[in-house]
């Protein structure tokens, strides 16, 4: 079994910046494209970044320009670096990616980590 966690989150003043991480852990084959989502109260998820495996990216107009999504591929580790935040960037965050486990290595699995809260004040 896959598990992602999350780390980073926090409080912030408007225009300061935040480092997201996340790490894969488990019996992992191979891991595809990664990406981080929100959700803000009251709104659906949306996507915020993704990265593939070669690191080709891709970015929301709201955060492009501000945000960096990178990945460690020897360590199963994806990061999204914020910057020039806003207050409706206030959300929780999720990493998600698509994990091919060691038990099952042709089959991908949509994995989700538990969500890490950022905080934006005025």
């Known amino acids: 079994q896959v598990q992602l966690v999350e780390s980073g989150g926090g409080l912030v003043q408007a225009g300061g910046s935040l480092r997201l991480s996340c790490a894969a852990a488990?019996?992992?084959?191979?891991?595809?494209?990664m990406g981080w989502y929100r959700q803000a109260p009251g709104k659906q998820r949306e996507l915020v970044a993704s990265?593939?495996?070669?690191?080709?990216?891709n970015y929301s107009d709201s955060v492009k320009g501000r945000f960096t999504i990178s990945r460690d591929n020897a360590k199963n580790t994806v990061y999204l670096q914020m910057s020039s935040l806003k207050p409706e960037d206030t959300a929780v965050y999720y990493c998600?990616?698509?994990?091919?486990?060691?038990?099952?290595?042709?089959?991908?699995?949509?994995?989700w980590g538990q969500g890490t809260l950022v905080t934006v004040s005025s």
């Open positions: 998600n990616a698509g994990v091919n486990g060691s038990d099952h290595p042709l089959r991908t699995k949509d994995a």
């Open positions: 488990g019996s992992i084959f191979r891991i595809n494209a």
């Open positions: 990265i593939t495996r070669r690191s080709s990216t």
